[in-house]
C-alpha cells in the first residue's frame, strides 16, 4: 500500500466521527511520527460499525484529463445524432440543424451551441455533409 493510501485509511477510524483507533499526539492530519492504539472506550449503538473513508482530494491532472475523455465521447455522440438527423431529413438549415441536434442529445448532455458548429465543421472536413451551392445556409447529406 503507498504512503498516500495508508495516511487516508488511517485518518478515517482515528479522526472521523467515530474514533475506533485514538492517534497521538491528537490532530487531523496524519504525519510519520503519529502513534496509534485501540480506543478501548469506543461504544456504538449499532451492531456493526460503518466508518466513512475520506476521499482522496482529486488533483488537476487526473480531472483535466477526465474531462478531456468525457469531451471526446461527446464529440462522437454529437457527431453520431448529426449524421442521423441528417440521414433523416437529407437537408437542413444551421438553425433546424442545430436544434435538432440540441433536442436529439439534451437527455445525455446539453451541447453549447458552439460545439455543435465545431462538430458541423468537422463533417463537412470528413464530407458527410455538405454546402448548398444556392443557400451557404443550408446543409445536405451526402450519401
Avoid: W
Avoid at 5 to 12: G, I, N
Avoid at 27 to 48: A, P, R
Amino acid at each position: 500500500m503507498d504512503e498516500g493510501e495508508l495516511r487516508r485509511t488511517l485518518q478515517s477510524p482515528a479522526c472521523a466521527k467515530k474514533k475506533v483507533l485514538r492517534k497521538c499526539p491528537v490532530g487531523k492530519d496524519i504525519d510519520e511520527i503519529d502513534v496509534f492504539h485501540f480506543n478501548s472506550e469506543f461504544t456504538d449503538l449499532g451492531v456493526k460499525v460503518h466508518i466513512n473513508s475520506i476521499r482522496a482530494k482529486e488533483t488537476p491532472e487526473p480531472s483535466t484529463r477526465t474531462q478531456s475523455y468525457i469531451d471526446s465521447g461527446r464529440k462522437h455522440y454529437l457527431d453520431a445524432a448529426i449524421v442521423r438527423i441528417m440521414k433523416a431529413k437529407k437537408e437542413l438549415t444551421y438553425e433546424q440543424l442545430n436544434t435538432q441536434s440540441i433536442e436529439s442529445v439534451k437527455s445525455h448532455f446539453v451541447p453549447e451551441v458552439n460545439v455543435i458548429k465545431q462538430r458541423i465543421a468537422g463533417l463537412l472536413e470528413q464530407e458527410y455533409l455538405r454546402r448548398d451551392e444556392d443557400d451557404m445556409n443550408k446543409y445536405i447529406y451526402v450519401a
